[in-house]
């Protein structure tokens, strides 16, 4: 704490006797007390909390704005706008340039381009109002009492305490505020210079309160912290004043500034500050857990991502996909508790969907053209793999196969010109049979889901999921065809089919029919859905039961072996964050933009520079590829040495390599992975290295 004097406290003056309520004679008959930095602090920039508001107006109001406005950042400049233009005309009218917030809200409106359309007094109140309980709810969440202003206020002689402020809410906001926080016992009454029309900077509101509260100059000290505002223009005025400036505090408020000034820098110092905290005493695997904090933007900022947009899109209800919705789902859930935008976010539900699930009742007819929409990923497939993807036992149409020179498992390349798969389809037997298993997982699907709430009535709902391509929200699509879908991926690839009118994607990395930018992280996306996988199992179809619609869900142990010995410590050391994260994000008014720089960051670092545990769980995985390939995928088998050093002279031996590597999901961990011979990995980097330099040629003639 600083002074002006040779004691902590500058006190100009001579002792002005008086007598409070008991008869006890007191030095000063009025101290006022400014408010923030005084009596109360923040934990965030003195703009945070306008921030905040600027995010309020628009998720909630966004879609009334100017296109050009709808950016947080744009909108606190157009409040400072506000501010400035109704400070300069009420100093023009012979007051201070002071404002208050709700002729800012109706100024700020306008210079954003609000659209009233004909409800102008009606609509314009109420969102006065909600703004106004936004900010000062904001204003209750971020402050705190100064701890070291009770002791220094005990310590001073005087009659009657108020507060005094220079702000832009009114005196019983600040009532509120204080009472919120106990200190109303203290000082529950005041003047703020909105309401007077006056300010400190000027001295005028020193003399106004004195003739409010009827004291003299001599018998009033005033205590703040602003060099100007509360000392010299109190003195100037005639007041005695003290300067308070705790150390630690002021400290910590300069800290404020620079983070609000560098936003990215402040993100890396909470991830820093995270990392440091202790660990559960019950964690098993420290690694593991610890790499989920060191993770948790990446997925907090893309469940972040779907929040808003639920809120935005105005969707009553925000589905998550399983599987990878699941863990998804709990974040979100965990996010809402944590009261991470200030108001309630849509509520979440889970649904029980595979693109195995959804595909078959997806399907409009039986018909070349429709199974497009699978063969265009799949070029190359078996009749057992088709069959198995649209839900269908195959050996119930084994014979028929046969009949057209066709068996089961034998790879077709691209099926839809083979003369015997079309005569094949064309047979009447195997058309009907085909037409009504579509017809009754047709009819499933749409039972589940009305079961879930979602029928043609529902008008719009939010989806979210991992990626790649949004097909199974495609499969919803087509099987309710007046829905309107919007969909949340955490990246999304190129589409391979026409998109249905009544979908909507977005995506929170990369969107590769967006950008070719970030392309990189989609290389390898098999390591991102281990680290989000549920350990309950991929959805196979629905049955009816006596309580309604209920999804069938396969199980697999050894899948669910890494799950349990290594994913769900990194799933804990996510989810164990999010409370840190929800109030970090709701304090400095962080949107899910701001979080995407670092989120990328950190996806490119798990799958190109992976930690060597990580990726000695991927290997011993068995994927589930049931739809499209009709099985799973064995990830720990591995290549020898000698077939990829035969990479290098034969042709065959390459696309034996390249399908090797493509099958395993994940090159970069192979070449990390600790269970991989050494020798084999620096040739598995050489290989990469001239991918990597490859690219870049591509790139630099493509441009």
Request: hydrophobic share 40%.
């Amino acid at each position: 704490m600083t002074g002006t004097g040779s004691s902590p406290y500058c006190d100009a003056g001579s002792l002005v006797p008086c007598h409070d309520e008991a008869g006890r004679q007191v030095k000063y008959e009025l101290l006022t007390v400014d408010v923030w930095d005084t009596l109360l602090r923040r934990r965030c920039h003195p703009d945070g909390v306008k921030l905040h508001v600027c995010r309020y107006l628009l998720l909630k109001w966004g879609d009334r704005l100017d296109p050009v406005c709808r950016d947080p950042w744009i909108l606190l400049r157009l409040r400072q706008q506000a501010e400035k233009e109704i400070g300069d005309e009420k100093q023009a009218q012979g007051f201070d340039d002071e404002y208050g917030h709700l002729e800012i809200y109706r100024r700020w409106l306008d210079l954003a381009g609000f659209e009233f359309g004909g409800h102008v007094p009606v609509l314009l109140e109420n969102l006065l109002s909600e703004l106004d309980r936004a900010e000062i709810g904001q204003e209750k969440h971020v402050s705190y009492v100064d701890p070291n202003i009770g002791e220094t206020l005990r310590q001073l002689s005087v009659k009657r305490t108020r507060f005094l402020s220079d702000f832009y809410l009114p005196a019983t906001a600040i009532k509120e505020l204080l009472s919120h926080h106990g200190l109303d016992e203290i000082v529950s009454e005041g003047l703020v210079s909105c309401d007077v029309g006056y300010n400190k900077r000027s001295g005028r509101l020193f003399h106004h309160v004195r003739e409010y509260f009827g004291a003299s100059a001599d018998g009033h000290l005033h205590i703040g912290d602003n060099p100007w505002s509360d000392i010299k223009a109190a003195q100037k005025s005639g007041a005695h004043a003290m300067h308070f400036q705790p150390d630690g505090e002021h400290r910590r408020r300069l800290a404020q500034e620079a983070d609000f000034h560098d936003r990215q820098e402040a993100l890396r110092n909470a991830v820093e500050a995270l990392s440091r905290q202790a660990l559960p005493a019950n964690v098993e695997r420290r690694d593991y857990y610890q790499l989920g904090r060191q993770c948790s933007p990446l997925l907090l900022g893309f469940v972040l991502m779907a929040m808003e947009r639920a809120v935005s899109d105005k969707v009553e209800a925000l589905y998550f996909f399983t599987r990878e919705g699941e863990f998804f789902l709990e974040i979100y859930r965990r996010l809402a508790d944590g009261d991470v935008l200030g108001f309630a976010p849509p509520r979440a539900e889970l649904l029980m969907v595979s693109r195995l699930a959804t595909f078959a009742g997806s399907l409009r007819a039986f018909s070349t053209t429709e199974l497009m929409r699978l063969w265009n990923q799949y070029s190359v497939q078996s009749l057992q793999a088709l069959f198995k993807s649209l839900a269908m036992d195959p050996v119930e149409l084994a014979a028929s196969a046969e009949r057209h020179g066709l068996d089961m498992v034998s790879p077709i390349r691209y099926p839809w010109q083979d003369p015997r798969v079309q005569a094949f389809f064309d047979d009447p037997d195997v058309r009907i049979r085909i037409e009504r298993h579509l017809a009754a997982k047709r009819k499933d699907l749409r039972a589940y889901l009305a079961s879930a709430g979602i029928d043609e009535g529902s008008g719009r709902i939010g989806i979210v999921d991992i990626g790649w391509r949004g097909t199974i929200q495609d499969n919803l699509a087509y099987a309710l065809p007046t829905l309107k879908v919007l969909g949340c991926y955490l990246g999304l690839n190129r589409f391979l089919n026409s998109q249905p009118e009544n979908v909507r994607k977005d995506a929170y990395g990369p969107d590769l029919n967006e950008s070719d930018a970030l392309g990189v992280l989609l290389d390898y996306v098999a390591p991102i859905e281990m680290l989000c996988n549920s350990p309950n199992g991929s959805v196979n179809g629905y049955e009816s039961t006596a309580h309604g619609m209920k999804a069938i869900r396969h199980v697999d142990e050894e899948e669910n072996r890494v799950h349990t010995e290594y994913v769900r410590h990194f799933q804990a050391g996510v989810l164990d964050s999010v409370p840190y994260w929800a109030d970090f994000l709701r304090t400095h008014a962080y949107s899910s933009v701001e979080l995407r720089p670092m989120a990328m960051e950190i996806w490119n670092r798990i799958v190109h520079y992976p930690p060597p545990f990580l990726t000695e769980a991927f290997f011993q995985l068995n994927h589930n590829e049931v739809f499209g390939v009709g099985g799973f995928m064995d990830k720990r088998r591995m290549i020898g040495i000698g077939e990829v050093l035969l990479a290098f002279v034969s042709r065959e031996s390459r696309i034996r390599l390249q399908g090797y590597l493509s099958g395993s999901g994940w090159t970069p961990g192979l070449v990390r992975c600790p269970d991989v011979p050494w020798h084999l990995r620096a040739v598995l980097r050489l290989l990469l290295l001239g991918h990597k330099y490859k690219r870049r040629l591509v790139n630099k003639f493509a441009a």
